[in-house]
Nanobody
């Protein structure tokens, strides 16, 4: 069974930075895509960023473009989400997701990911 372990969440102030890390129990190259989603209180889970080595795809949501960056740390077999210039609206639980067979058009949709982490809380106060 695939396990995804997230870390790096916390409570920060507007303008601060955080780096989230997702460490799968299997090699990242075994997945077609690894993504980050977030869920704010009372809202649906939304796409934040995705990286796919096999497809050569790296995308972030418009709401975080220019502030968030997704990358792979090959040495640690981890997918990192660097979050800069954080805003209160970035508050939520951040989830790492991975899938072996997901296609490009589905990579931004949480419904198509088979494997999920437990989530890590990010709180940004003004």
């Amino acid at each position: 069974q695939v396990k995804l372990v997230e870390s790096g969440g916390g409570s920060v102030r507007t303008g601060d930075s955080l780096r989230l890390s997702c460490e799968p129990s299997e090699r990242i190259r075994s997945f077609n895509a690894v993504a980050w989603f977030r869920e704010a209180l009372g809202k649906e889970r939304e796409f934040v960023a995705v990286i796919s080595r096999s497809r050569g795809v790296t995308r972030v949501a418009d709401s975080v473009k220019g502030r968030f960056t997704i990358s792979i740390d090959n040495a640690k077999n981890a997918v990192n989400l660097q979050m800069n210039s954080l805003k209160p609206e970035d508050t939520g639980i951040y989830y790492c997701a991975a899938d072996r067979t997901i296609i490009l058009s589905s990579m931004f949709d949480a419904r198509y990911y088979d494997h999920w982490g437990q989530g890590t809380q990010v709180t940004v106060s003004s």
